[in-house]
Nanobody, 124 residues
């Protein structure tokens, strides 16, 4: 079983940058696809980005492509989400998730383990 602890959220001005981290414990980290999802007030949780076990493949929602970068360090059991050129619509609680049998990394149901969220607020 994998435990995930996200961090790095906070308040940033539009156009600014934040880096989220998700540290894992338990399990063999390199066996898991890791995804970032977010949920804004009154909205459903949505896919943001995901990275394959080796880090060789990455996936992004159209809304963040070109602005966000996902990466991982398997030795440190950590996945990062670099958020650049932030927009007010990026405001949400961000969650990291892990799955060992993820077929479609954009689908929430493929992930078995979820961390608690970290709040990101982008002011205009």
């Amino acid at each position: 079983q994998v435990q995930l602890v996200p961090s790095g959220g906070g308040l940033v001005q539009a156009g600014g940058s934040l880096r989220l981290s998700c540290v894992a414990s338990g399990g063999t980290f390199s066996r898991y696809t890791i995804g970032w999802f977010r949920q804004a007030p009154g909205k459903e949780r949505e896919f943001v980005a995901a990275i394959s076990r080796s880090g060789g493949s990455t996936y992004y929602a159209d809304s963040v492509k070109g602005r966000f970068t996902i990466s991982r360090d398997n030795a440190k059991k950590t996945v990062y989400l670099q958020m650049n050129s932030s927009k007010p619509e990026d405001t949400a609680v961000y969650y990291c998730a892990a799955g060992s049998q993820v077929v479609n990394p954009r689908i929430l149901s493929g992930y078995a383990y979820w961390g608690q969220g970290t709040q990101v607020t982008v002011s205009s």
